[in-house]
């Protein structure tokens, strides 16, 4: 395939687009493609586009099962096709008149061969330096081509991510996974829609399916996801997205690891705690957020995100009673280099309960990124206290209940919460008991540090991940010593 001529920096292509992420006919990027796959004899075309960091879709062969082209013109791949091994190519229009067919053709081929001894020498050396490279290139094609049939999840994701949870997957082979699972089980509803067990070649997986009217949180989780390499053992894994026909209805799926004991929410409902397990949860949670606030540098990297909408809903628990972030619907990204906070187009405004002053009295920065950060660590604060009441200390352990449940009803208003947090400035009630034991000592002096009134006041993530990683080492010594 000839290399993509370097588009103008920072310019945008118009390209023909029908994957399930676009919403009108025509999508802008850095890069037009079209890519064909086969399906139990079934050949499926799709148009679109996407960022340059995911070129490595344009290299490589044509494959019996899956091939794609790319093209960098203004809906260039309106005309552009691509065939896969088997199909028939249409023959093209002759470029001469066939009367000089006879003449041009020879001269045309002396011309071949006397380029390619002139070039010989130096491409043999070149040839021999490539060729390891090349077999590696065509065998990594070469599996992406079979894993929806041959692979685990395990396999497919690791084949596809380096560093990213972004899985950098091609859209047909994300497409290809959703329509091969099962759904067993409804485990979860909410506002967005309801959260499935499913089951993938005897892999369990969870299917978010989002009602129409959240439409704009299913798509700009996609966009996330399929655009940001978001790899993290604290952080909800992502495998595919898609926007699929069921039961005469279009359903919105978002197709991720799944974690069997749910929410930490649930978790909190039916679990008490010790200091060890408090820590553990509070530590992995605070580590997923680290990872988001974050920006990465590099061709692996990543731009700084907030989540807006951290709560205890949105985490969930893993079975090494590890946390990882889920839900990113409100997220918004922004990237030093460009300055540009991209805030997406979702209508819907985070959780009241856990909003933080600033945003309750509408006083919030919209202009600025770290504004954003700042709420995080406030509801970052609010699940650290709801962690905290569940912790055992000398036998005495609290029922669950939600941050301020004393002073709002079960579902507050807008205004019940601006009341409480800004004109009153309530914070939830620490419990004395917790000053007794060292860990949740600590941690309840981090949560009150998280609910500064000043957004400037309160802690960072990272700030945060180093006291409670130092406090961690400090419960690990006296085990050493022992």
């Known amino acids: 395939m000839r290399p993509l001529r370097r588009a103008a920096r920072g310019a945008e292509l118009l390209c023909a687009c029908d994957v399930p992420h676009c919403t009108a006919s025509t999508c802008a990027g850095k890069v037009c493609f079209v890519s064909k796959s086969r399906e139990q004899g079934h050949v499926t075309r799709s148009r679109g586009c996407f960022s340059r960091h995911l070129l490595e879709n344009c290299r490589g062969p044509v494959m019996e099962h899956f091939g794609t082209r790319c093209c960098n013109a203004s809906m260039c791949n309106a005309r552009l096709d691509v065939y896969l091994q088997g199909e028939e190519v249409p023959a093209a229009e002759p470029a001469l008149p066939r009367l000089l067919l006879p003449i041009v053709v020879p001269l045309l081929a002396l011309a071949l061969l006397a380029a390619l001894a002139a070039l010989f020498a130096c491409k043999l050396a070149q040839h021999r330096r490539s060729a390891a490279r090349s077999r590696a290139g065509d065998a990594d094609l070469a599996l992406k081509a079979s894993l929806v049939g041959d692979s685990t999840l ?232 709801e962690i905290a009441r569940r912790t055992a200390v000398n036998g005495i352990v609290e029922e669950y209940r939600p941050p301020f449940f004393d002073a709002v009803p079960s579902d507050p208003s807008f205004e019940d919460m601006r009341k409480v947090v800004c004109v009153d400035q309530q914070t939830p009630v620490v419990p004395n008991r917790l000053y007794s034991n060292a860990v949740l000592a600590v941690l309840a002096r981090v949560m009150k540090e998280c609910w500064y009134q000043s957004p400037s006041a309160r802690l960072t993530a990272l700030r945060i991940k180093k006291t409670l990683k130092k406090l961690g080492q400090a419960l690990e010594k006296p085990k050493q010593d022992e």
Not at 217 to 243: K, P, Q
Not at 319 to 333: E, F, H, K, Y
Request: charge should be negative.
């Open 154 to 385: 395990e396999d497919l994701l690791n084949d596809d991510c380096t560093t990213g949870s972004g899985s950098g997957l091609p859209f047909l082979v994300q497409r290809t996974v959703a329509r091969q699972i099962a759904l067993v089980e409804c485990v979860g509803k909410g506002r967005y829609g309801e959260v499935w067990r499913g089951v993938w070649h005897g892999e369990s997986v969870a299917v978010k399916i989002f009602s129409s009217r959240d439409e704009q949180s299913w798509f700009r989780e996609t966009e996330i996801y399929n655009t940001v390499l978001l790899r993290h053992d604290n952080i909800l894994g992502f495998i595919a997205s898609d926007m699929t026909s069921r039961n005469s209805s279009t359903q919105l799926w978002l197709i991720t690891h799944y974690h069997e004991h749910g929410s930490l929410y649930d978790y909190l409902q039916r679990t008490a705690l010790d200091s060890a397990a408090c820590l553990a949860l509070a530590s992995s949670i605070i580590c997923g957020l680290v990872h988001l606030h974050v920006e990465i540098f590099g061709t692996q990297g990543k731009p700084a995100i907030a989540h807006r909408d951290l709560k205890s809903r949105n985490i969930l628990v893993k079975s090494n009673q590890q946390c990882c972030i889920a839900d990113l619907g409100l997220a918004v990204m922004h990237s030093q280099g460009s300055d540009y906070l991209d805030m997406g187009h979702n209508p819907r405004v985070g959780t009241k309960r856990y909003m933080a002053p600033e945003v309750l009295s509408e006083q919030i920065r919209t202009d600025c990124f770290e504004s954003y950060k700042k709420t995080d660590i406030w509801a970052y604060g609010l699940v650290l206290w």
